[in-house]
């Protein structure tokens, strides 16, 4: 009886998040549900309505998406199939099709919240905008399909697919003309100013770049963007580590071309005032096409 009853509250309480979701979330939500808009700058939740939105774009502008469902995937996937698709973890794909041939998946990620109707989808960003969790590495990727396609105009389709692979559903979708002609090149941000200049330190972060062991681009030069070591303690304020932020300018392999993206350094505390050797510690959002020095 006890098992029967935790269950039932259980029930109660995942039915509950399910009809408490985002709903809509603005007038252009209401106008477009199962459909993706776009735009030459982020879609803000809380700005959407207001954002001038466009149907074309050259192959070097920003291209911004928003997705807009009828409910959250969570909700989506219990409906699916006779509730045979469940998606607790929110998970989703997006998918490109340019000129009518499938070009794969761009994205595989999922919600922060299982309560979101709506989510942006970043193509290709204005320098200096630090890109965003749900679309980690996407403007890389977008741009190496754009640079395989030949010069001409293009109709491009973005697929959103909600659920488990094995038994997804396409939600929403959106389309836009993409105009390409001559090469094409991300337009290029500027590194931050160098806080610290220490070139035996920037060598070994080089090294402990190299030593992720990627396969596709490797580090050619380290902007250090703090004056100094940020000291971590633990509970009981005893030294433990130190960490350090910079940017990273890493080289393609694929075509020579550069970006600089936002890594953590650290450093174990040994004791006696002493550290031991540079370490990768975390890569951040922040990725950017610059000039390769």
């Known amino acids: ?69 009828p409910k959250s995937l969570v909700r989506l996937g219990a409906e699916e199939n006779g509730g045979t698709c ?4 929110s998970n989703y794909r997006v998918k490109v ?39 980690l590495g996407v403007p ?13 105009d293009h109709v491009v389709m973005i697929e959103f697919w909600g659920g488990p692979t094995k038994c997804e559903t396409k939600v929403a979708e959106g389309g836009f003309t993409l ?10 941000g500027s590194l931050p100013e160098a806080r610290m200049s220490d070139s035996g330190l920037e060598e070994q972060m080089i090294q402990a770049v190299k030593g992720q062991g990627w396969t596709n681009e490797y580090p050619v030069k380290v902007v250090i963007i703090e004056p100094e070591w940020r000291i971590i303690r633990d509970v009981f304020n005893t030294i433990v580590r130190r960490e350090i932020n910079t940017h990273v300018v890493l080289k393609k392999n694929v075509d020579g071309s550069c970006r600089a993206n936002d890594i953590s350094f650290t450093q174990q505390y040994l004791g006696d005032g002493k550290y031991g050797k540079t370490e990768f510690y975390g890569l951040g959002l922040r990725s950017y096409p610059v000039a390769c020095p």
């Open 179 to 188: 105009k390409k002609s001559g090469s094409v090149k991300a337009a290029l």
């Open 97 to 135: 099709v340019i000129d009518g041939e499938s070009k794969g998946v761009i994205n595989e990620q999922w919600f922060e919240s299982s309560s979101w109707t709506t989510v942006q989808v970043t193509l290709s960003l204005i320098p200096g905008d630090e890109g965003d969790r749900q679309n």
């Open 86 to 89: 469940e998606n607790a973890g």
């Open 1 to 69: 009886m006890r098992i029967a009853v935790v269950s039932m509250v259980m029930a109660l309480v995942v039915g509950l998040a399910w009809a408490q979701d985002q709903g809509f979330t603005g007038e252009r939500h209401k106008a477009n549900v199962g459909k993706i808009i776009w735009a030459k700058q982020r879609i803000t939740k809380d700005a959407q309505d207001q954002i001038p939105l466009a149907s074309e774009f050259e192959a070097g502008d920003p291209i911004y998406g928003r997705v807009y469902l």
């Open 140 to 152: 890389a990727k977008w741009m190496d399909m754009v640079k395989a396609l030949p010069d001409g």
